[in-house]
Structures are given as structure tokens and as C-alpha cells.
């Protein structure tokens, strides 16, 4: 084999990306013989400098076209197993060379049970998240191309629960065509009642009635049925319900599936009291497809108890979470009709003051969402000052707004502020300290208690790794104190919010 490689590099004139190439594959034969890691390592610098010679044409030249497919399976192989060194160069080579291979799969990804064992044995060494999701998306155009082999590769491979190959399922259902490519392999595979290792590996009823939504001819009917695959996930690991999950996202798109998703919503709604974050997260972008396909007369009911759900998402750590949550929130709010939109509004008026603060968030695109979901709040319920106010961008007038409307209100919506004193952006914290100074001022004849509680909320933002908040908390607390009307007091009030 060498003489014949050495024989068509030199009949075809080859470029230097060949003749490295060529040298590449030599190394590789040694290494694959011997073992030894230093050819191993050679062989890695040679594949960077081969990157950087395609950087001008990323062509493999005329000796790639006369790679056997066994030659082309290896140097896939060590492409990805590059990706687990420690060298940044050897890396950014390798994926480099990763992406004229996806470019051509047709002609690279060959020995597609070969590649798939690879990449789930290699990928829970490599360390970054990007070159994990280059490796990872190899799988797609193999599952396009040959769905038959990668799913079965990977439920013969991979023991129950296996993280790994969680991830590329995960991975294939996020692509639709794919999705529906290897739901119909696994409803074939799953339903073989001879092929014992599949069932060992992938006996979760769960799965295979996901596996039939994919059936182009399921009728509306047989649907109906199907949505018991959300009443086996409450007894799933959140690793088979994350993927589940992911799947009806990806089905969720199509809107006819969306439609048809309706009867799944009660199970979705119990996924977002009792799930993960990255569980919820996904059961939202489910609930936002499904409900954009439905008339307002079957979504208000719907959208009501969805509402009163949403509302601990608003302050979620995960960002995501946020904005998914708030988007979801201003939708709901214009599909309420009749009775509904007076339910509606006992929980929108709830949802008004974590609104407010998280236009303040430092996620630009949280900020945004909350802003046109306070926007849509102050439409549904007719608070012009309020509208006025979000479309011109006055944020601290808007405060001011919310404790004017129901001065009765002040001291709920005190308290309610006081949560985001703790909260891990800073400017979410000043803005609740903004917040609780306006509020301060507009509490009827408060307790000497009460400001005492107060101030013992704000005193540890006095020491805040934030300059401007610890100057500000100095701030309120002077004026949470001169609320107290009886001059003499206001010293004993400093002593008593100091007290632990």
C-alpha cells in the first residue's frame, strides 16, 4: 500500500496539502502497529500544518480521491481523536480538517458503525464545549445517510442511562429530518422482538411511543393514544425526559404535530412544577409551539393556569429559563377571552413588579422580553400611564407608577421586592433598592418593626462587591428610617435594624 500511495502522489503532481497528507497516513500505519504515542504526536503536527496549507483551497488535492475507504475511516479517526489532546494548535487543526470532511461526508463518513463507536468513545474526553459539538455533529449526516446503522450502533454500544450516547441522540433529534429518520429506525429496531440486545439497552415504553409519532399516516385518532408518553416520563430519569423532550421539541414544529401536542399539555404542565431547569426550559418551547396553533377559544382556559406557572420562572438563575418563561407570559396574556381575562389579571398584576425588575436584567435579551411583556401587561389591563411610560423607556417613573396605582398595595409590593436584594446581578439588586426607597415613602404609618425588617434586609448590600450598590443601600437605609415620623425614634430604629 505504501508504494502504490507513493506512486500517486507522484503521478499526479501532488500539492504540498498531498504530500502532507501522504506523510500523515504514513505516520498513522506506524502508530497503529506500534502503538507508540510519539508517532502518535508527530502525526497530530502534521495534521496542523496541513490545516494551515488548506487554509487557501481546502481541498485534500487529487490524492485524496484515491483514498480506499478504509484510509479515509482512519484519518476521520484520528481527526477526532485529536480533539482530546491538550494542544490548542492540534485542535484548531483537526477542526478545521473536521469541517471540510462534513463538507463532503458523502465521500469521508464511509464506515459508518466504525465512525459512530468512535466518536462515542472519544467524546466524553474531549474537554470544550465547541469541539465536542464538532465531533458530535458528525453523527447527523451519517443518521441522514444510514439511519439504520447509526441506530443500531448506538443501542448495541451503549448501556442503558449511558450520558454519552444520551447526547447524540439528543444531537439527531434536534435536526428534523433526522428526527423523523431515526424515530422510523427505532420503531423498527424496537419493535424486533428478536433482537434481544435492543430491548435490554432500550426497553422504556416511553421511547417507543415516541418513536410512532413519527409515523407519517398516524391518524388523529391513534394520536390520542400516543400522549401516554408523557405519563411514563414522571417515572423517567430527567436524563430519558431531557432527550424525550427534546424530541417533541423538535416535532412541535411542524403544525400539524403542534395541533395535535394538545393533549399533552397536562403532562407538560406537571414537567414544569417537577423538572429540572433545562427540563422546564424545553417543556416551555413545547408549550410556545403547541399553543401558537390553537384558536383563543380553547387556549384561554389554558393560558390562565399556564400564567400562574410562569411566574417563579421570571427570576430563574438559568437566562434561558427567563426569557422562554416572560416570551411565553406576553403570549398567553392576548389569548384570554371572556371570563378568563379577569382571572387573567389577578395573576398579570402579580407578575408586574418581577416584570419591571428584570428589564433590568443584564441578559440584553431577557431584558427585552420583560419590557414587551410589561408592555402587553399594562394593555390587558387599560393602565395608560403604564403603557406610556414602557414605550418611552422611563424605567424609574415606572415604579413610581405601580405604587400610585393601589397605594394599598405598597407594602406587598415592598415585600415582594425585597427577594431581589439577594439576587446575583447587580443590577437587579439596585434596582430593588431603588425600588424599596420609592416604597418606603409611600407605606401608610409603619411600625417601628417594620422598617426595622426592612433595614436588616438592606444592611449586608452595605458591604456589596459592587461600589454603587453598597453606596445606594447606605442610601435607602437613611431613607427606609426618616419614614418613621417621630424624629426621636429614628436612632433607636438605626439600633434596632442593627440588632441580629
Known amino acids: 500500500m505504501d508504494n502504490m500511495l507513493e506512486a500517486l502522489l507522484l503521478n499526479s503532481g501532488a500539492s504540498r496539502a498531498s504530500e502532507l497528507l501522504h506523510n500523515i497516513f504514513q505516520m498513522l500505519l506506524t502508530f497503529g502497529s506500534s502503538g507508540r504515542e510519539h508517532v502518535r504526536q508527530r502525526a497530530l503536527g502534521r ?90 455533529s458528525l453523527i447527523v449526516p451519517m443518521a441522514d445517510k444510514c439511519p439504520a446503522e447509526v441506530v443500531s450502533t448506538l443501542l448495541t454500544i451503549a448501556p442503558p442511562g449511558d450520558s454519552t450516547a444520551l447526547a447524540l441522540w439528543e444531537v439527531m433529534f434536534s435536526v428534523p429530518q433526522t428526527l423523523q429518520n431515526v424515530l422510523k429506525e427505532l420503531l423498527i429496531q424496537l419493535q424486533d422482538r428478536h433482537c434481544r440486545v435492543l430491548h435490554t439497552c432500550w426497553e422504556d415504553t416511553s421511547i417507543l411511543r415516541l418513536a410512532m409519532l413519527a409515523s407519517s399516516d398516524l391518524q388523529d385518532e391513534e394520536f390520542a393514544a400516543m400522549y401516554l408518553v408523557m405519563r411514563f416520563l414522571r417515572e423517567q430519569s430527567p436524563k430519558v425526559l431531557s432527550l424525550v423532550l427534546r424530541a417533541l421539541m423538535t416535532l412541535s414544529e411542524r403544525e400539524e404535530m403542534a395541533r395535535k401536542m394538545k393533549v399533552m399539555l397536562p403532562d407538560l404542565a406537571w414537567v414544569l412544577q417537577y423538572g429540572n431547569n433545562v427540563i422546564k426550559t424545553k417543556a416551555l418551547v413545547v408549550f410556545i409551539n403547541v399553543m401558537a396553533q390553537l384558536e383563543r377559544e380553547e387556549a384561554s382556559a389554558i393560558a390562565v393556569l399556564l400564567a400562574n406557572l410562569l411566574l417563579p420562572f421570571f427570576d430563574d438563575e438559568l437566562s434561558q429559563l427567563r426569557e422562554s418563561s416572560i416570551g411565553l407570559f406576553r403570549h398567553l396574556m392576548k389569548m384570554v377571552v371572556g371570563n378568563d381575562k379577569t382571572k387573567m389579571k389577578n395573576t398579570v398584576r402579580l407578575g408586574l413588579l418581577p416584570l419591571f425588575f428584570r428589564m433590568s436584567d443584564q441578559v440584553q435579551s431577557v431584558a427585552k422580553v420583560a419590557r414587551e411583556a410589561l408592555l402587553g401587561a399594562a394593555e390587558l389591563l387599560k393602565w395608560k400611564q403604564l403603557r406610556h411610560l414602557v414605550q418611552t423607556q422611563q424605567t424609574w417613573r415606572i415604579g413610581e407608577s405601580l405604587l400610585e396605582r393601589d397605594r394599598s398595595r405598597a407594602q406587598e409590593l415592598l415585600s415582594q421586592s425585597l427577594p431581589y436584594l439577594r439576587d446575583a446581578q447587580p443590577s437587579l439588586r439596585e434596582a430593588a433598592l431603588r425600588f424599596i426607597g420609592l416604597a418606603a415613602r409611600h407605606l401608610r404609618d409603619p411600625s417601628e418593626e417594620e422598617l426595622a425588617e426592612i433595614c436588616r434586609a438592606i444592611q449586608p448590600l452595605e458591604g456589596d462587591s459592587d461600589p454603587s450598590v453598597c453606596s445606594l443601600a447606605a442610601q435607602t437605609v437613611g431613607i427606609v428610617c426618616s419614614s418613621w415620623k417621630r424624629p426621636r425614634s429614628r436612632w433607636s430604629l438605626r439600633a434596632l435594624c442593627c440588632w441580629r
Do not use: Y
Not at 485534500?60 to 483514498?67: M, Q
Not at 476521520?76 to 461526508?105: H, P, W, Y
Open 47 to 136: 495534521i496542523e500544518e496541513l490545516s494551515f496549507v488548506l487554509a487557501e483551497s481546502p481541498t485534500l488535492g487529487p490524492f485524496a480521491e484515491h483514498l480506499q475507504p478504509p484510509e479515509r475511516t482512519d484519518l476521520v479517526l484520528v481527526l477526532i481523536k485529536a480533539l482530546t489532546g491538550s494542544s490548542t494548535f492540534d485542535k484548531q487543526a483537526a477542526t478545521n480538517l473536521l469541517d471540510m470532511v462534513e463538507r463532503d461526508c458523502g465521500f469521508w463518513l464511509v464506515d459508518v458503525p466504525k465512525i459512530t463507536s468512535c466518536i462515542h468513545k472519544t467524546l466524553g474526553f474531549i474537554s470544550t464545549a465547541p469541539a465536542r459539538q464538532r465531533v458530535a
